[in-house]
Every structure is written in C-alpha cells, then in structure tokens.
C-alpha cells in the first residue's frame, strides 16, 4: 500500500446491479458507503444500461477538474 494512493481521486462504483433485486442492492450500497466512509457511491448495470451515461459524464468531469 502507498500512502499517496489516499491522496488521489476516486469513484466509487458498484457494478453488476442488475444482478440482485433492489433490497440486496441497497443493503450492498449501504455497506459500501460505510467501508468506504463516503455516501457518493454509483450504481451501474453494463446489461441494463443503467447508470453508464451518467458514470462517463462524471469520471470525464473529474478527469477534467484535475487536468493541469
């Protein structure tokens, strides 16, 4: 582990939500958000659809805030 890596940007991303139904999911998010001490989790289903557009627009957002 490289303590610079606490530094950088990140998104926190659970996948596969077409998977499970949505009790499972929420429980799934909720667990996310306290191991990971944040609530800005996103939820995406490739198959689905779900969530991918606005994913892109967001690390796309992001890679351009930290542009120098």
Same mark, same amino acid.
């Given at each position: 582990?490289? &303590?610079? $890596?606490?530094?950088?940007?990140? $998104?926190?991303? $659970? +996948?596969?939500? %077409? /998977?499970? =139904?949505?009790?499972? /999911?929420?429980? !799934?998010?909720?667990? *996310?958000?306290?191991? !990971? @001490?944040? %609530? =800005?989790?996103?939820?995406? &289903?490739?198959? !689905? @659809? #779900? @969530?991918? %557009? #606005?994913?892109? +627009? $967001? !690390?796309? +957002? +992001? *890679?351009?805030? *930290? &542009?120098?």
């Amino acid at each position: 582990f490289d &303590s610079a $890596l606490e530094k950088r940007t990140e $998104l926190i991303v $659970l +996948t596969k939500s %077409d /998977l499970v =139904d949505e009790e499972m /999911l929420n429980e !799934a998010r909720e667990a *996310l958000k306290v191991a !990971a @001490g944040r %609530d =800005d989790i996103h939820v995406i &289903s490739s198959v !689905a @659809g #779900q @969530g991918i %557009d #606005q994913i892109k +627009t $967001l !690390a796309w +957002t +992001t *890679l351009k805030e *930290l &542009s120098p």
